[in-house]
């Protein structure tokens, strides 16, 4: 059964930094996608980051290209999202999320992930 589990929300004065940690637990695959969302309220949901376990490859929306950087220790199983220059409109719930497997790269932007977290809340002031 495959678990994720976020943790490493808060609030943070714009300009600051936080990383978000993602326990993933029931994978034993490699070829396939993991990523980061986000959902303010009364928005819609948005992909801020993703990686393609094996090979590493990682993408990211002009939005946060620069400041966000997702990434996975193996050995620990564990996703990272390290935000840097945080910015009020970075406010939202994030999620960390997973697709089946095997999936190809293109899952990473333009597939389905099927398997999601409970979510941790990011609050930047201004």
């Known amino acids: 059964q495959v678990q994720l589990v976020e943790s490493g929300g808060g609030s943070v004065q714009a300009g600051g930094s936080l990383r978000l940690s993602c326990a993933a637990s029931?994978?034993?695959?490699?070829?396939?996608?993991m990523g980061w969302f986000r959902q303010a309220p009364g928005q819609g949901r948005e992909r801020v980051a993703a990686?393609?376990?094996?090979?590493?490859?990682?993408y990211y929306p002009d939005s946060v290209e620069g400041r966000f950087t997702i990434s996975r220790d193996n050995a620990k199983n564990t996703l990272y999202l390290q935000m840097n220059s945080l910015k009020p409109e970075d406010t939202a719930m994030y999620y960390c999320?997973?697709?089946?497997?095997?999936?190809?790269?293109?899952?990473?932007?333009?597939?389905?992930?099927?398997?999601w977290g409970q979510g941790t809340q990011v609050t930047v002031s201004s």
């Open positions: 999320a997973a697709t089946a497997a095997p999936s190809i790269r293109t899952t990473c932007t333009q597939g389905a992930y099927l398997y």
């Open positions: 029931g994978f034993t695959y490699s070829n396939h996608c």
């Open positions: 990686i393609y376990i094996g090979s590493g490859d990682t």
